[in-house]
């Protein structure tokens, strides 16, 4: 790893959260830290990551969904199969939610974004038991000239009992990670295989490569993820949003640290005494709160520090500073509230979109589409989901930019339909807007799956032929209830009427459908 970029990315966590990158790489035991004069640092860091955590990963909402890809739709499938299609992808969506609700993955994912604020770079490995997280201190990276990541290698202390290996000798030096005869460094070496196009990766220690150690992983599902906050063309590593406003931060930190320090000059009372005074200097440091001693109020006197224009503009100048510091980070408008609602997260989305630029997008491709694929991966190997096949179903990733463009599409054709009927009238609106397509558009526009929610054309159909049907039974009934009171409908006066009542009674129940 350049100098520089660990330089940099130790001042920018120095200033916010010191604990997160180091220069002392001695990570096993607990180290003494510089702490900052200003909170004003963490807060804006650890503020940012929970809105970039709600936005990427949103509770109880999945950030992603199974499609059937069109092309492969009319080929393969039959276009009425996609009602039951949607239906079990629905399923199979709310098993992998449980699966990363049950597991540790939030947690790991939001000390990851952490890392991506204050050092602009973070790794992530998918293993069997769950998420690792690796600081930039204890990896390095090797991209292309597209920015592909070609090559990592991670370095962490082990116990040398765990991989079941013996101590190196005893005139060995020991390794500049703290190391001891009991720990060992080991080595992860990843490497892109260009002929198989697959990741393959292996552990070393002392120069030999760990037994069992070696491992291989799709290009699309493997189980590293390089992750950087903003990107710099032909720079191996990323840049922090820490680092965009460093200057204000060291302008906060030094103005903090001479408010505490001339607050802490300034609270502190010294008397004096005329050298010549009549007043001693003994009797009025042992006197106490309302005693009477001998002496002349002239003769004493207080040292004040007269600074106080001086502490007012200092304290005026790192008020404005912070107001920057909390409004770019994202610190100002925050809500507090028992449940995040869909439209908060919509809403927080688009303020990050426009705050942090095309942050999504590089969220999207470095984390969500390979952490979803990994995910799909494990689950199908292990059984807990069907085997789905590629060619035909695709993940689409529906949180960040993507869940901005659902909610724009939802506002953009709410107000086309209010238009129409404003300017046009309802009657132009009943004419000319299907009502059906509207809430299938709006469903989708909202992300709302409207299997057994809205009736189909062929319900519609059904129902309205049964309310026809239903007015008509009704209609009989109704001219037969007036025919009733008529001599013509008298048994006693026409005798043939009881014969053609009954046949049309029976006529009438046969119309009318059995009540369910």
């Known amino acids: 790893m350049c100098i520089r970029d660990r330089d940099t990315a130790v001042d920018c966590s120095e200033l916010t959260l010191p604990y997160l990158v180091t220069q002392d790489d001695n990570f096993k035991g607990k180290r003494t830290l510089l702490q900052p004069y200003q909170s004003v640092g963490a807060k ?5 990551a929970a809105k970039l955590m709600l936005a990427i990963l949103p509770p ?4 992603f969904k199974l499609q059937v890809r069109d092309d492969k739709l009319g080929e393969q499938l039959d276009q009425s199969m996609r009602s039951e299609l949607d239906l079990s992808f629905s399923k199979i969506e709310r098993l992998i939610m449980d699966y990363i609700a049950a597991s540790s993955d939030r947690v790991v994912v939001h000390q990851a974004l952490k890392h991506l604020i204050v050092s602009g770079n973070a790794l992530i490995f998918m293993g069997k038991d769950g998420l690792k997280h690796y600081p930039l201190q204890r990896y390095v ?6 920015g592909n990541v070609i ?5 962490e202390l082990v116990s040398r009992k765990v991989l079941g290996i013996a101590p190196p000798p005893t005139d060995s030096p020991n390794g500049e990670y703290g190391a001891t005869e009991d720990d060992a460094e080991v080595y992860t070496c990843v490497k892109m295989d260009e002929s198989s196009g697959n990741w393959k990766w292996h552990q070393e220690v002392d120069d030999m490569i760990l037994e069992g150690s070696q491992s291989t992983a799709p290009k699309k599902a493997s189980p590293w993820l390089v992750l950087r906050f903003n990107t ?10 820490v680092e965009e406003f460093i200057g204000d931060l060291r302008s906060l930190e030094g103005l903090s640290q001479a408010l505490v320090e001339g607050a802490s000059v300034a609270s502190k009372v010294i008397f004096l005494v005329s050298p010549s005074a009549t007043t001693k200097p003994g009797t009025l440091a042992k006197a106490g709160n309302g005693a009477i001693i001998q002496g002349r109020p002239e003769d004493v006197g207080v040292v004040q520090v007269g600074k106080t224009a001086d502490f007012a503009t200092a304290a005026q100048l790192a008020a404005t500073i912070e107001r920057r510091i909390l409004e770019a980070f994202l610190v100002m408008n925050i809500r507090n509230a028992e449940r995040v609602t869909a439209e908060e997260v919509r809403l927080t989305q688009l303020e990050l979109e426009q705050s ?6 590089l969220l999207t491709v470095e984390f969500l589409v390979p952490y979803l694929n990994r995910t799909l991966l494990i689950l199908q190997r292990s059984n807990q989901i069907p085997r789905l096949p590629k060619d035909v179903v695709r993940p689409k990733i529906v949180a960040g930019i993507n869940s901005l463009g659902r909610g724009q599409d939802n506002e953009a054709l709410t107000r086309f339909i209010q238009t129409v009927a404003q300017t046009l ?7 000319f807007i299907d009502p059906s397509e509207a809430i299938k558009r709006l469903a989708a526009a909202q992300g709302i799956d409207v299997l057994n929610l809205v009736r189909t054309g062929d319900q519609l159909s059904q ?3 049964e309310q026809v049907s239903e007015r008509a039974n009704q209609s009989l009934i109704d001219q037969a209830g007036q025919l009733a009171g008529t001599p013509l409908m008298d048994p006693q006066k026409n005798p043939q009427i009881a014969e053609q009542a009954a046949a049309a009674l029976e006529n009438i129940n046969q119309q009318i459908p059995p009540q369910q």
Do not use: C, H, W
């Open 425 to 431: 009238g309802p009657e132009a609106l009943i004419k």
């Open 44 to 48: 804006a860091v650890v503020t940012l």
């Open 151 to 155: 090559e990592i290698i991670t370095k």
């Open 232 to 241: 710099v063309d032909g720079e191996d590593y990323g840049r922090g949003r």
């Open 463 to 465: 129902m309205k032929q």
């Open 356 to 361: 942090l630029g095309g942050l999504f997008s």
């Open 60 to 63: 109880q909402t999945a950030f």
């Open 141 to 146: 990276v090797n991209r292309d000239g597209n």
